[in-house]
Each structure stands twice: as C-alpha cells, then as structure tokens.
C-alpha cells in the first residue's frame, strides 16, 4: 500500500539528472546519436512511446520499456531495459505514481535525463492513498500536456528539428481535437443513471471528468492489494445499488476479478477496453488515438442498452 512513497524523490532526481546533461545535447557526447540516426527517446510505456512517435517522426526512433499486454505499475525491468534507457538521448516518464520500477532503471541507467511528460497536468488524486492517480492519459483532452511537453523537450534537444516537432504535435492535436468530438457524439445518448463506468482497475478518473461520466473499480490502483474479497464485495454493493447494464474489462488486467463480480452482481461484460496499454499491432487499438476511439465505442455499446 505504500509503495506510493518511492515517487516522492523522483523530482529531486530529475533535477539532479537535468542539472549536468543539459548543455551536452551534441554530437560530441558519445551517448548521443541525434546527429547520425537522429534523436532516439525510450518511453516508459507504449502510450507514451506512440505520443512521441507521432512527435519525433522521422527525425529519430521510439522504444518503450513496458511490452504491450503488461501493465506499467509493478513491472519488473529486465536488464535489456537498463541499455534502452541507456542508449536513449531521453527517457520519457509518465510519473504521477505510476512507474514504481523507476528507481531501478534510475540506479541502473543514471547518465539518461529523465523527463516527466505529465508536468503541468490538473491531477485528480487517488481514492484509497495519497498521491494523484496517474491515468491522465485516459482522456484525450489530456494529450495537449503531454504533447506540448514532448515537442517542448525534442526542440530543445534537437533545435534544427524544431520546426518539424511543432508541426508534428499541431497535426496530432488536431487528430485529437476530432476525436474529442467523436467521443462526446458517441456517448451522448448514454442515459443520466446509466453512466457509470466499471472496471477492474478505477483507471478512468480523468476520462469520466472531462466526459461526464461516474467510474468506479474493484481496485483504485493496481499494486499488491487486487482483488480482495473486501474490493469485490464493496463494488457488487455499488452495482446493487445503480442500475447499469453491463462492466468492462481491461486488456492489461487478469479478468477472473471482473467475472466473479459480474456473476455476482447479474450484469453483463460488455467488452475489453484499454488502460494502460495500446493494443498489439493491426488490432482496432493499436494507437493511442485509436484505443481511445475504441474504449468509447465500447462503452456506448455497452452502457446505452
Ligand atoms: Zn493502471
């Protein structure tokens, strides 16, 4: 339950890795390949890689650490993860408590400057510790902060590729702005008493905020605590109580949980949305902006019946 403290030195750190790399960005420094393949960034995970993919274009490469289909909060990096951080020019992070593994890959791979893509983020805070939930990228409306940040750091870093990086996140923005649209239509028809989103894991906080909707989980955070008996009998009483038509599952999350609540409370599991992750390649969430599209799909499926 408190694995939450091992963030809170994590801006020190920052500024500790910002304080010396910062005037080095070069060609001179032998750890950066910026002038011969271009900027390579190594994210944490795959929704932050695919953000910078769409940023750098091809003015670098993206590498994220955490495979598709694990989730982000408790992986365990194996050591061919330190050499991506090390290799990197940049290793992008969400923070917010999500990466617990972070000091690890901090002792493991110190020279690599470690940026937090989420600053500026209005957080929303978790239910059941302290400290904010991490999941801002669960709504769109979000994707502004971590796209300024990442264009802001890239220009930065990569100066001659300025103009292309700004270009690149303008054109991504407005993607989003689309999407945005699409998602509001796409939940619009959802009745007042049946919007409420349920999964395994309550990551859909921010998403809920921006697009009124109530959201619940049998877990606030996943950590070592999932799936007590305790969870799962306070979340059927939830679901006693309001009359929704069907809960939702998640891609990165063991879904025996799910199914003993749903047989519990008589409800329906209306499909597979994703939280942590993007869905493997050539399926319909393969993207960020396409797994955002789908989660709302689903939910309006689910929920209007
Ligand atoms: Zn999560």
Redesign the pocket.
Known sequence: MKKTNLFWPLPLLLVAACGEESSSTESENPNNSTNEEGIYVTASFSIIGDMAEAVVGDRGTVDYIVPIGE?P?EYEPVPSNFQEVNDADVFYVNGMNLEAWLERIVDNAADTEIVQVTEGMEEIPLEQEDGPDP?AWLSPKNAEVYIDNIVADLSERDPEGAETFEENGRAYLEEIDTLVVEIEEMLADIPEEQRLIVVS?N?FKYFGRDFNMDTDGIWD??SHEEGTTGQINRIIDVLNDRDIPAVFVESTVDKRYMETVADNASLEIAGEVY??AVGVEGSEASSYIDMMRYNAETFAEGLSE
Request: cysteine-free; overall charge negative; glycine content about 0%.
């Open positions: 989730e909060h999941h894991e990551a955070i996943n939280t942590d």
